[in-house]
Structures are given as structure tokens and as C-alpha cells.
């Protein structure tokens, strides 16, 4: 976790100094991902993952044959544009996981 990357993205705690803000960041984090918080993670995650899955092989079977694409070009655009969403999502996720762990700490 880099703090200096991330307080960019709560703009609550922008104002106190950059000693608290990575003090009350790493209470989120570690109450985000606290051991009574896993199974939830994992939970989530999987679930992403299995939709992103069964959205990747529906593109492959039924709209690649379509649109008449190649497997190279539909290979291409899966690893450009899916993958990327895929990451972007999971990252919107984590950050308003710390959001609303953060409410939580803050006076």
C-alpha cells in the first residue's frame, strides 16, 4: 500500500497532516483486511473473477463468431480492454472499501 498514492482518493482527510493521514490509512487497511474480513474478501474476489470468466468465454463463443474477428484480434481485445476493467473495477472496489473503514476512524 503506498498512502502517498492513495490520499489523492479521500479527499476528508487532506486537510490533517501527512503523519495522521497515513496513520488513519493504515487503520483502514488493516481493518479492511482484518482476518474476520477474509472470507468476505475471498468471497468477492471470486465472484468478480467468475463473472468476469463467464464474460470472456461468452465473448469468445458467441460475439467473436459474430463479428467475424479472428482469435488473434479477439485475444488482443480481451487483454486490452477486459483485463484493464477487470483491474480498474477491483481497484473502485478497494478504495471504497478504505472509504468506508476510514469513516469509521475519522474524529
Same mark, same amino acid.
Given at each position: 500500500?503506498?498512502? !502517498?498514492?492513495?490520499?489523492?482518493?479521500?479527499? &476528508?482527510? /487532506?486537510?490533517?497532516? &501527512? /503523519? &495522521?493521514?497515513?496513520?488513519?490509512?493504515?487503520?483502514?487497511?488493516?481493518?479492511?483486511?482484518?482476518? &474476520?474480513?477474509?472470507?468476505?474478501?475471498?468471497? =468477492?474476489?471470486?465472484?468478480?473473477?467468475?463473472?468476469?470468466?463467464?464474460?470472456?468465454?461468452?465473448?469468445?463463443?458467441?460475439?467473436?463468431?459474430?463479428?467475424?474477428?479472428?482469435?488473434?484480434? =479477439? /485475444?488482443?481485445?480481451?487483454?486490452?480492454?477486459?483485463?484493464?476493467?477487470?483491474?480498474?473495477?477491483?481497484?473502485?472496489?478497494?478504495?471504497?472499501?478504505?472509504?468506508?473503514?476510514?469513516? !469509521?476512524?475519522?474524529?
Amino acid at each position: 500500500m503506498n498512502p !502517498k498514492r492513495l490520499v489523492k482518493h479521500f479527499p &476528508e482527510i /487532506a486537510a490533517l497532516p &501527512e /503523519a &495522521e493521514q497515513r496513520t488513519l490509512l493504515d487503520k483502514a487497511y488493516k481493518d479492511v483486511f482484518s482476518t &474476520e474480513n477474509k472470507m468476505r474478501n475471498w468471497r =468477492s474476489n471470486l465472484i468478480s473473477a467468475a463473472i468476469m470468466t463467464c464474460l470472456c468465454i461468452a465473448f469468445v463463443l458467441v460475439l467473436r463468431p459474430l463479428l467475424g474477428m479472428s482469435q488473434q484480434t =479477439s /485475444a488482443l481485445l480481451l487483454m486490452l480492454v477486459a483485463l484493464p476493467v477487470y483491474f480498474f473495477i477491483q481497484q473502485r472496489r478497494f478504495i471504497q472499501q478504505l472509504r468506508t473503514s476510514l469513516q !469509521k476512524f475519522l474524529p
